[in-house]
């Protein structure tokens, strides 16, 4: 029996036994959770040992464990639960004249500002419509989409190797900002150089961002790095908080500072930056068409892209 056989043998039960057990690694937690006995669940995971011809778990004196397969195995019951819960929500909205669900990933930054108008607008135009925004890194993002636990992202691509597997369509650009808290001694300087404020400590963002990268380029450029203590977290509001506090500096995006800078919370810091920050896009699965919801959303945020910074 092929493996493509097997897969269509697992039923409902079956893939809510494998994903409650890989939540609790428990097998009388799981029964418990299901209504079950506990040598009912125990014959269910027998029957799926079965089908895939191929132990899952190891079995120990106070648990379970995961081997390779049943690693592999767990994954794709939550990849199909999430996707038939999906499937029911979407269809009990659309039965009851709504508009469906659709969830978006988004980067924190100059993605924002369109993110927020173009919600603004489709719920103007689908009012019914369910949407869930999850902000986060691209890197997080990218497998989240992998995942099919989001429709769509707009982020970067992190690796070279994603562009056969997603489509991307540019957007916009962005640009950084050196920013510190409004006692900052550099503020109101000038003529600052980059070296000038390698003494400085800094918050960064994890290094698996691209404006870490940009961040390490242009430390790179000038032979140097910081040397007076590093804070790394991709929480902006906890980076404003330290800034209040300390004299530290930070490396942000432009549209999402500026609001901050005018309200006197933040100051900037005047020094010129290399203009190295990647553009950012709407990042879709490859070959893969959109939901209606999903299309309908990408229509509105190709219309609400800034007009004058189209790609040539």
């Given at each position: 029996m092929s493996l493509a056989q097997a897969c269509a043998r697992l039923r409902f039960r079956h893939l809510q036994l494998l994903d409650l057990l890989g939540?609790?690694?428990?097998?009388?937690?799981?029964?418990?959770?299901?209504?079950?006995?506990?040598?009912?669940?125990?014959?269910?995971?027998?029957?799926?040992?079965?089908?895939l011809e191929a132990r899952l778990f190891d079995r120990l004196p106070r648990g379970m464990r995961p081997n390779e397969l049943g690693?592999?195995?767990?994954?794709?019951?939550?990849?199909?639960?999430?996707?038939?819960?999906?499937?029911?929500?979407?269809?009990?909205?659309?039965?009851?004249?709504?508009?469906?669900?659709?969830?978006?990933?988004?980067?924190?930054?100059?993605?924002?500002r369109l993110l927020t108008a173009s919600?603004?607008?489709?719920?103007?135009?689908?009012?019914?419509?369910?949407?869930?925004?999850?902000?986060?890194?691209?890197?997080?993002?990218?497998?989240?989409?992998?995942?099919?636990?989001?429709?769509?992202?707009?982020?970067?691509?992190?690796?070279?190797?994603?562009?056969?597997?997603?489509?991307?369509?540019?957007?916009?650009?962005?640009?950084?900002?050196?920013?510190?808290?409004?006692h900052h001694p550099l503020r109101g300087a000038h003529d600052l150089e980059l070296t000038q404020l390698t003494r400085w400590p800094w918050i960064l963002y994890p290094a698996s961002t691209a404006v870490r990268k940009v961040c390490d380029d242009i430390f790179g450029s000038t032979g140097l790095a910081p040397t007076s203590g590093v804070v790394e977290t991709p929480s902006f509001l906890f980076a404003l908080e330290l800034m209040q506090i300390t004299d530290m500096l930070s490396l942000q995006p432009a549209a999402l500072v500026d609001k901050y800078v005018h309200k006197g919370l933040l100051s900037r810091i005047p020094v010129e930056l290399p203009d190295r920050m990647p553009d950012y896009g709407l990042i879709t699965r490859l070959d893969e068409p959109p939901t209606p919801a999903a299309q309908a959303f990408i229509t509105v945020l190709r219309r609400m892209a800034d007009p004058g910074d189209e790609p040539a």
């Open positions: 939540q609790t690694r428990n097998l009388r937690l799981a029964a418990e959770q299901m209504h079950l006995t506990q040598p009912a669940a125990t014959k269910i995971l027998m029957d799926i040992e079965q089908i690693l592999f195995t767990l994954r794709y019951a939550e990849a199909a639960l999430a996707g038939q819960r999906k499937f029911v929500d979407e269809f009990n909205a659309l039965k009851q004249g709504g508009h469906g669900h659709l969830a978006i990933g988004a980067i924190t930054g100059s993605a924002a919600v603004v607008e489709i719920q103007r135009l689908r009012p019914l419509l369910v949407i869930k925004i999850l902000e986060q890194s691209s890197d997080q993002l990218i497998s989240w989409l992998a995942e099919r636990r989001i429709d769509l992202m707009i982020g970067r691509f992190t690796d070279e190797s994603q562009r056969a597997q997603f489509s991307y369509e540019r957007l916009s650009s962005e640009q950084l900002q050196v920013v510190a808290g409004l």
